[in-house]
């Protein structure tokens, strides 16, 4: 069992950038597949970017270009750097695994993108 701590998120103008960070309460060393997904208003919940494996990652086509997963595993953590930031980003942004663990999800953390 694992829990998440999604944090970073905030109000951005268009064009902004944030960082979100994911803090695991155990070692993450033994879980490749980490993913960040996000939830709009009124939506289903999103795949945003995943690691396929360790060093290898893959991303939603909306966000690609934009958006980099990252992982520093010493410090158990996952990170989400957004880039170029559109209002159509607009969310609460989650990590879990991929596929996701019903148990693991966690707050989440507000990103709103808007002038």
């Known amino acids: 069992q694992v829990q998440f701590v999604e944090s970073g998120g905030d109000l951005v103008q268009p064009g902004g950038s944030l960082r979100l960070s994911c803090a695991a309460s155990r070692s993450i060393f033994g879980i490749p597949n980490m993913a960040w997904y996000r939830q709009a208003p009124g939506k289903q919940r999103e795949l945003v970017a995943f690691?396929?494996?360790?060093?290898?990652?893959n991303y939603a086509d909306s966000v690609k270009g934009r958006f980099t997963i990252s992982r520093d595993n010493a410090k158990n953590t996952v990170y989400l750097q957004m880039n170029n930031l559109k209002p159509e980003d607009t969310a609460v942004y989650y990590c879990?695994?991929?596929?996701?663990?019903?148990?693991?999800w966690g707050q989440g953390t507000q990103v709103t993108v808007s002038s």
């Open positions: 879990n695994t991929r596929p996701p663990i019903a148990s693991y």
């Open positions: 690691f396929i494996t360790v060093g290898i990652t």
